[in-house]
């Protein structure tokens, strides 16, 4: 496919998205500028995220270093918020911490001491979100990451007090176990009731990451701050290599 199609694809499929988010706003109530898209570009190449930019799209994210870095790197010329969705491995953290402008998947206080550290060497301010695990009891972690809700109040403490870390809010992805299984919406509702509890100690951290291209509407009608869509923006695509 030529790039003047891909361009078109692109934007269409965009132009399908933004209607979901502006839908989904005033069925809430709320207004369309309180939700910003994240467009998830994990596996697609630099070149789809170049096509992005010129349609305007500001934040991507990326859940893999080993495919973020060098696409970041090749990006580094656009007016691009790069976001880290992905676990992160501590070993990954001084490549992340190189272009990422947020890291939504926060959840250990080894990771935080690792991206303070590195965020200071480097001389950049990195924004946390902690990420929920609404499928973990409340000591463990989720299946795909993230801390239970307990253990919310400690993690933001420290990265509060983190010098070159800035604590911006929550993320979760809707649990596949658990009492969420298969609610969506109820357990959006869940981190909104969790990120009121968080703004009383921390009234700066107001952004709430949730929802996807399956489930987006739901996280508006939560009050997600945030959504994050890939599929419904950029296809499927097979995984490469």
Not at 23 to 49: F, H, M, N, Q
Not at 193 to 204: F, G, I, K, N, Q
Request: hydrophobic share 45%; net charge neutral.
């Amino acid at each position: 496919m030529g790039m003047t199609d891909r361009m078109t694809e692109l934007a269409a499929n965009l132009a399908n998205v933004e209607q979901r988010i502006a839908a989904a706003c005033a069925a809430a109530g709320r207004e369309r500028g309180e939700v910003t898209l994240i467009v998830v570009t994990k596996t697609y190449p630099a070149s789809d995220v170049r096509i992005l930019s010129e349609l305007g799209v500001r934040h991507v994210a990326e859940n893999r270093d080993q495919d973020a870095a060098p696409k970041a790197a090749a990006c580094a010329d656009l007016p691009l918020k790069w976001h880290f969705v992905g676990q992160l491995q501590t070993n990954k953290v001084r490549s992340v911490v190189g272009y990422a402008d947020v890291v939504q998947s926060v959840d250990r206080a080894r990771l935080v001491t690792a991206m303070s550290k590195e965020a200071v060497r480097v001389g950049r301010e990195v924004g946390c979100l902690i990420q929920v695990a609404l499928d973990a009891g409340e000591s463990l972690r989720g299946e795909r990451g993230g801390v239970a809700p307990g253990g919310i109040e400690e993690l933001a403490a420290l990265v509060a007090g983190s010098p070159g870390l800035r604590l911006d809010g929550l993320m979760t992805v809707a649990p596949l176990t658990g009492e969420y299984a298969g609610r969506e919406q109820a357990s959006f509702e869940r981190l909104m009731v969790l990120s009121t509890d968080l703004r009383r100690a921390h009234p700066a951290a107001t952004m709430v990451s949730a929802g996807m291209s399956a489930d987006l509407e739901q996280a508006v009608a939560a009050g997600a701050t945030h959504v994050r869509v890939g599929t419904a923006v950029l296809g499927v695509r097979p995984r490469l290599g």
